[in-house]
């Protein structure tokens, strides 16, 4: 069974950074793109930033810019480098396969708060 662990939130002021880690157990990690999905109060998850097997990144409009997605197969490790930080942010921040989740059992997430 596949388990995704997410860790690095926080608080942060605007403008801040935060880098945010996901450990992926089994070999979903290595052939699957891999994406950040966030959830914010009241409205629903969606998927802020995607990379494939070979590195190929995108990124929502919204953060296109600020964020930087990255991966090491080595590690099985997926992460999320989060720069210039905005109130708009604020959200649970959860890592699956993209641009459709595969692993139905989501983790625990991890919650960015920015403010000030």
Not at 34 to 41: E, F, I, L, T
Not at 67 to 89: E, G, H, V, W
């Amino acid at each position: 069974q596949v388990q995704l662990v997410e860790s690095g939130g926080g608080l942060v002021q605007p403008g801040g950074s935060l880098r945010l880690s996901c450990a992926a157990s089994g070999s979903i990690f290595r052939f699957f793109p891999m994406g950040w999905y966030r959830q914010a109060p009241g409205k629903e998850r969606e998927l802020v930033t995607s990379i494939t097997d070979v590195g190929t990144t995108t990124y929502a409009d919204s953060v296109k810019g600020r964020f930087t997605i990255s991966r090491d197969k080595a590690k099985n490790t997926l992460y999320l480098q989060m720069n210039s930080l905005k109130p708009d942010d604020t959200a649970v921040y959860y890592c699956n396969t993209s641009p459709l989740p595969k692993v139905p059992n989501w983790g625990q997430g991890t919650q960015v708060t920015v403010s000030s």
